[in-house]
């Protein structure tokens, strides 16, 4: 997260996104953040703290996608979402879960790797999905796992925040 000039996140109770916070205009002329029932707060000049909101200090993104993101469809962006919500994933499973025909999900891990927006992870231990088998473990040897990428990641929360 990337505040705007003259916010910096108090290293006393380290706020989160998730947090409610309060600035304190300090000395040296920056506003730090705190979480707004941290205790270092009782002892400041009721004068120097704000009420603020996250909405007030991120900066803004100015992530823009290549030219490659036009080529994408919504069965690409599907995906993508479908591994971002649960992580390594192989075809045949992705396709059972989104309801889409197994081939046309083969062609988008492909296009989707080859754009770098998903990339091969070796076989390894995953638990199966919620409500199949309880605290079971398993390793198919034979299936290729995939994951999102940071480029991935960039490019599904720009097309959801802004669509085509």
């Not at 205009?25 to 506003?31: K, P, R």
């Not at 400041?44 to 823009?64: G, N, P, S, V």
């Not at 469809?73 to 025909?101: E, M, T």
Request: hydrophobic share 35%; net charge positive.
């Amino acid at each position: 997260m990337k505040l705007k000039d003259k916010y910096i996140l108090a290293r006393c109770c380290r706020p989160n996104i998730s947090d409610r916070i309060t600035g304190y205009y300090s000395h040296d002329n920056l506003i730090k953040v705190h979480k707004t029932g941290c205790s270092n707060l009782n002892k400041a000049d009721a004068e120097r703290l704000m009420a603020l909101a996250w909405t007030d200090i991120l900066a803004a993104d100015d992530f823009a996608p290549d030219d490659d993101f036009k080529n994408l469809d919504k069965i690409d962006f599907a995906v993508l979402r479908h591994h971002q919500v649960l992580g390594v994933d192989y075809s045949l499973k992705v396709a059972a879960a989104l309801r889409i025909d197994k081939q046309a999900v083969f062609e988008s891990h492909n296009k989707l790797r080859e754009m770098k927006l998903l990339k091969r992870v070796r076989p390894l231990m995953i638990q199966y999905r919620k409500n199949i088998v309880k605290n079971k473990w398993t390793k198919h040897r034979n299936h290729t796992y995939y994951e999102l990428t940071k480029k991935g990641r960039d490019y599904l929360r720009y097309y959801l925040e802004y669509g085509r």
